[in-house]
């Protein structure tokens, strides 16, 4: 990060210890604490009070390693010169503060997403009762003589949650509130919130709304993250937040999922925009995505930015990134990144949400989204320039996960060819053709792309489950947090609540889950062609959710090391599948 030159990190890591001894001293009993807490794959959403309990209770040995890391993460942080941001208290308490307290001024807000009120509808502390600056002193109180401070405290209200009154009086107070909490502590301290909820629920959120809210603030006390101004960008339509300094920032991937994809047109003249917008009050660009692990070209197109007075030529900067990343010159593979940048990187669709919305990684149906925002040509094109060049480049790490996720990005593509050819069959009643595309899809191309991922160490499930176990003290933990990273990057929540929502293209994933439901599906299909009976989506969720459960639960452990030669696998896969992929453009 600091190579980056990011100087304002979060530093959220442990806050959990800090609220149990918080509670404790409010005079909760553990129970009432332990249901409060998700397990660790949820708590950003926990903090933002959007869940709670699923997936906990947190072990007291996960407390004690995350503040013993938050401890080392801020010295590393500031030896680098950097001013790590600290969490603050949004009014999110446990429902057993309405034992100790009940005459508390407490709205419980609606579900959230597709869970119901057993792990979501929050217990939400109006700021403006005199015991939200009781618990948000003693919090922060605690959060500076652990942590020390820099001054700067996140805390997010009402993210993706209605406000339970639009009133502009009201709205104004509950930001005074809030900073009041911070600065009864802290009277140098500045709130650094998310925009997000402006654009989540603009019905609610209209410009009086908003210059409500962030008017509560003293103007400069406050600095608001445009969270996802590469498309949605909202300093553009409130004045740049009514005078309050903002950060411009690329939200890019929703979920972590695996997927190439970019707006390199809007990220490259964005942050420029901003900064001559009338009387701006943009103050640095960020980057918000909620996972970082993949389309590593758009994270550094987008920290080199922050150096640059003006936009690049895309053209140009593709084809250094090529030069940079594998040492190497050769015209095909400069080539291959230029066709990537002005296609698949380069999203111009107005409002277009970057989910992983390819049938291979969702729940079969014959409702799935097949568009695409490019050109597969283009894709294709890369493709043969990048396997013409990997003999000579096979020794570059760069280039090996390159080289995988391209063609891992063909087979994406293909999965939709080959669904569109099974429903196309399945309607039209021929079975010989139904079954020779689902064949070749569920015994060939989902289990090659499972052996490619496999060759790689960046693309294994193995790796994933390891590092989330290798921190348990006993075989309950590792339990706990063995279901934690497989829920999230499968069902997340307990019946699939927002099922694939944080998908992965993984070796072991595709494998065990995948081409476990599409394998489903085409079988389902053929009994339905064979029988005579009609299809039925409800009938086929409630099968299907024994295979995702399953996985869940299966117990079964997964490779850590790569296995395989990753340039024969994808030379195999090239030869077979790129005359086809031809032929289907």
Known sequence: MALNGINLPLAFTGQEALWQEVYRALGLNQSEIEEFFSGPAFLAWNRMANMFEFGGPLPQSWHVNQLLLQVKILERMRSLGMTPVLPAFSGNIPKGILRLYPEANVTRLGPWAQFNCSFSCAYILDPRDKLFLHIGSLYLSQVVKQFGTDHIYNTDTFNEMTPPS????????????????????????????????????????????????????????????????????????????????????????FGGNSGFFGTVESINSGPFKALHFPNSTMVGIGMTPEGIEQNPVIYELMSELAWRKEPVNLAKWASLYAVRRYGSMQENITAAWRLLFASVYNCTVPHYRNHNHCPLVHRPSFHMNTGLWYDPKDLHRAWKLIMDAAPSLMSKETFRYDLVDVTRQVLQVLTTSFYQDITDAFQKKKLPELLTAGGVLVYDLLPELDRLLSSDPNFLLGRWLEQARSIALDEKEVQLYDMNARNQVTLWGPSGEILDYANKEWGGLMEDYYTQRWGLFVQTLVECLNSGRPFKQDTFNQAVSQVEKGFIFNGRKYPTKPKGDTYEIAHRIFLKYYPQALKRL
């Not at 005074?176 to 009277?187: E, G, K, L, Q, Y």
């Not at 909820?197 to 959120?205: K, R, V, Y």
């Open 166 to 253: 639009s009133d502009l009086t009201y709205l104004s107070s509950v930001s005074r509130s809030i900073f009041a909490a911070m600065s009864a502590v802290d009277p140098q301290a500045i709130w650094l919130m998310q925009g997000w909820l402006f654009f989540s629920d603009s019905a609610f959120w209209k410009p009086p709304q908003i210059q409500a809210f962030l008017h509560g603030v003293p103007l400069g006390r406050m600095i608001v993250l445009d969270l996802f101004a590469e498309t949605e960008p909202i300093y553009s339509y409130t004045n740049s937040f009514y005078g309050q300094p903002f950060i411009w920032c690329m939200l890019h991937n």
